[in-house]
């Protein structure tokens, strides 16, 4: 453990900041399995549903620097593609 103050305060900020951030990659990947759990029950307007609300999680995680911008890009396409591939 830290004896300077600053890098207490430092250990504590760094933890606080990884909790928000695994909240954050954990509500992306739930969205994304709600995404393909519809597409696989064969359901498109779940579907649709679902990933409009990963899209906006996506993008918010983004917006907040968890992931890189392109990073969320790419995530979304491949689900956009997903959805739209559907019969």
């Avoid at 300077?4 to 954990?26: E, G, H, P, W």
């Avoid at 995404?35 to 906006?56: G, H, M, P, Y």
């Amino acid at each position: 453990m830290a004896n300077i103050k600053s890098a207490k305060k430092r250990i504590l900020v760094a933890k606080t900041r990884q909790d928000r951030n695994k909240a954050i990659r954990t509500g992306v990947k739930t969205a994304m399995k709600k995404v393909f759990a519809a597409i696989e029950a064969n359901d498109k307007a779940a579907a649709e549903v679902a990933l409009k609300e990963a899209t906006k999680t996506i993008e918010m995680a983004a917006q907040k620097g968890v992931y890189h911008k392109n990073n969320a890009a790419r995530k979304v396409s491949r689900l956009a593609l997903a959805v739209n591939k559907m019969a």
